[in-house]
């Protein structure tokens, strides 16, 4: 389950952050390209891009603090709160947007600060340490792991590295193949872009609250 649920948030993930490369021209889940872009343009003295890296990665953080709190306040045993959350921000942000003129820094603001959260709900898929939110650190690993399988004669090791190699290649496909369908959506669904993945996490939550409740 939690293999299945990683792989869904990083579809989500690759399809909203292909979004708000295509319409703010900002990554929003990827903070290793902002990062990049913001010491570029302090060094040649691009102020708006400064201003915008800035803005994203902060609310990033903040989003990665807020979840993470969330999933250690001991009055929430499990991450259906952050799911609704994720989706509130995304339904509200919708709305608002398909009404008014939300100027680019507070839409990368909203939608950063909610890919941070929702990078919180999956940091693990059996041993193997994962982020849903972006590719680097997956790449990586997953080269590593393939390294060590071919690397070892453990037959125990072959099959742990076998099995996080399996899990890190399949997440990786998720963001891709998110990434992949958002603009041939964003041309049908304008500025209703975001409600698909909102729904989808709302149902998501919804389901898995009614599995934990049968268990």
């Known amino acids: 389950?939690?293999?299945?649920?990683?792989?869904?948030?990083?579809?989500?993930?690759?399809?909203?952050?292909?979004?708000?490369?295509?319409?703010?021209?900002?990554?929003?889940?990827f903070m290793s390209g902002n990062t990049t872009s913001l010491g570029a343009a302090l060094s040649i003295g691009k102020f708006g891009i400064v201003i915008t890296s800035v803005t994203v990665i902060s609310c990033f953080l903040l989003g990665i603090y807020a979840g993470t709190c969330l999933s250690l306040w001991k009055r929430i045993k499990n991450q259906i709160l952050t799911f609704h959350l994720v989706s509130g921000i995304l339904i509200f942000y919708s709305i608002i947007a398909y009404f008014y003129?939300?100027?680019?820094?507070?839409?990368?603001?909203?939608?950063?600060?909610?890919?941070?959260?929702?990078?919180?709900?999956?940091?693990?898929?059996?041993?193997?340490?994962?982020?849903?939110?972006?590719?680097?650190?997956?790449?990586?690993?997953?080269?590593?792991?393939?390294?060590?399988?071919?690397?070892?004669?453990?037959?125990?090791?072959?099959?742990?590295?076998?099995?996080?190699?399996?899990?890190?290649?399949?997440?990786?496909?998720?963001?891709?193949?998110?990434?992949?369908?958002?603009p041939f959506l964003l041309g049908y669904l304008g500025k209703w872009i975001l409600m698909i993945p909102a729904l989808l996490l709302m149902i998501c939550g919804i389901l898995i609250s009614r599995i934990n409740t049968k268990n």
């Open 101 to 182: 003129n939300i100027n680019n820094l507070l839409s990368i603001a909203i939608v950063g600060l909610s890919m941070g959260m929702m990078n919180t709900i999956v940091t693990s898929v059996g041993s193997q340490k994962v982020n849903t939110d972006f590719v680097t650190g997956t790449l990586n690993s997953l080269a590593r792991n393939t390294a060590m399988l071919t690397m070892t004669d453990d037959k125990v090791e072959k099959e742990a590295y076998k099995s996080n190699a399996v899990h890190l290649l399949l997440l990786w496909i998720g963001f891709l193949s998110g990434a992949f369908i958002a």
């Open 1 to 29: 389950m939690q293999e299945r649920l990683a792989i869904f948030l990083a579809l989500i993930a690759g399809y909203i952050d292909a979004t708000g490369l295509i319409q703010w021209k900002t990554y929003v889940s």
